[in-house]
């Protein structure tokens, strides 16, 4: 059986430490899944997340106080998701090629994808809104926030509309998404501060790129890409936030801080300090060289979920290349070239961000706002999922500090 994903009823039953007539026991009684396995013979296949949660839970009833030890490690707490899925160095949204759709869907139609399963939905949840005096004052308020970064304006902004927003408070899945759709174009406007056009991308192209005719449609595949991406641990957060019941305004507010951080999205800020010190094509390589023997990390590099290359930069890098100024490119050529020279580490999402929005001529911080405002989507739609469950994450810590004195009576 060559898909990872699956085991057989041998190998399940191994991994159990049972017999197959006992692991049939626990399909009946729905503690494992199996399904037919493809090919003419009536052979079953059974997940190996099951097998391995199981064996999971019979561990912690043995030991039960190694519970936080084996929750809290890379790749835990794992919670159910059927909104984005790594395998085989692919990304997929309910399983469509995320790739797929960046190249051909509106960043409406994949959020409604994402929040409701339906990408026709999209019609309705982001239908024009009209202008009122409340949205006129509110731009005015954005438009005088000038000191903030785009990412920044969004908080200011996620604040002030959640409080005004009543309809915010209905957390049913219909009612959820038609409030994700007014953050997102709340933040379009927020990060650009221009009024929102007929879709998000036609946004941003109006604010920051107007004479790049072809820079809608490459901000447009880069919001896509940014979506989602598993538990993150933004979207963890958005999860956690959404589990307590808040609204998805707070679910937004609490993404943002988490993506602001230096080893999440603030790490764009880093990457951009890295073509800063590259300087032109003709000298990037050999600052690269110098960075390197300096001991210095090359931020905007590798992936553990992608040991061949995060596909989301090879696509930004190429969009790039098409849409964008050839010598801003040239340089992004340049630096991943040198460091695959010296590290073999391939570009991630990160400098592709960083490399189309200088090819693009867009404004400082642009990576992140681009990273902020795809990844929104995202965070809604665990929001949205979350909420469905209504169940409290709640992960257990394993206590390291000073032992507990006993009473003396």
């Given at each position: ?22 692991l ?24 190996r ?22 929750r ?20 997929y ?7 797929r ?9 994949v959020?409604a ?8 939905a ?12 409340e ?15 785009p990412v ?16 915010g ?26 009024w ?7 946004t ?54 988490a ?38 990390d ?6 553990r ?40 580490h ?39 999922e979350?909420y469905s ?21």
């Open positions: 059986m060559n898909d990872c994903r699956y085991l057989t009823s041998r190998q399940a039953a191994d991994a159990l430490g049972v017999s197959v007539d006992t049939y026991a626990y399909v009946s009684r729905g503690m494992l899944r199996s399904e037919a396995a493809p090919g003419p013979a009536r052979v079953r296949r059974y997940f997340e099951d097998v391995e949660r199981l064996i999971e839970r019979k561990a912690l009833r043995r030991e039960p106080e190694k519970a936080g030890s084996r809290l490690h890379w790749g835990s707490p794992v919670l159910e998701s059927a909104l984005s899925f790594i395998d085989d160095g692919c990304l949204y309910r399983g469509q090629d995320a790739l759709l960046a190249r051909n869907e509106s960043v409406e139609r959020a994808l994402l929040w409701v399963g339906r990408p026709d999209a019609a309705d949840l982001f239908a024009p809104g009209r202008r009122t005096p949205a006129t004052r509110f731009m005015r308020l954005i438009s005088r926030a000038s000191g903030l970064g920044e304006r969004c908080q200011v902004a996620i604040v002030r509309a959640g409080a005004a927003d009543l309809g408070y209905d957390l049913r899945p219909l009612a959820a998404a038609h409030t994700g759709a007014r953050i997102i174009r709340l933040m379009a406007s927020a990060v650009t501060a221009h929102p056009a007929a879709t998000v991308d036609a941003l192209r109006n604010a920051w790129a107007p004479e790049r005719a072809r820079a809608g449609d490459a901000m447009r595949s880069a919001l896509i890409l940014c979506a989602d991406h598993e538990l993150n641990v933004s979207a963890f957060t958005a999860r956690c936030v959404a589990s307590a019941q808040a609204t998805p305004y707070d679910v937004v507010s609490a993404g943002l801080a993506l602001k951080g230096r080893l999440h999205g603030g790490y764009t800020a880093r990457v951009e300090a890295l073509f800063q010190e590259a300087g032109s094509p003709s000298r990037a390589r050999d600052r690269i060289a110098r960075r390197v023997s300096r001991g210095e090359l931020p905007g590099f590798g992936h979920l992608y040991p061949q290359g995060d596909p989301r930069a090879a696509m930004l890098l190429s969009i790039a290349e098409d849409a964008g100024s050839t010598r801003a490119f040239a340089l992004a050529s340049v630096i991943a070239g040198a460091v695959k020279e010296i590290s073999g391939h570009p991630n999402l990160d400098f592709g961000l960083v490399a189309l929005a200088r090819s693009l001529g867009l404004p400082p911080a642009s990576p992140l706002a681009l990273f902020a405002l795809g990844r929104a989507v995202g965070w809604i739609a665990h929001a949205i979350q469950s209504n169940q409290l994450i709640r992960p257990r810590a394993r206590y390291i500090g000073v032992p507990p004195v006993s009473a003396v009576g």
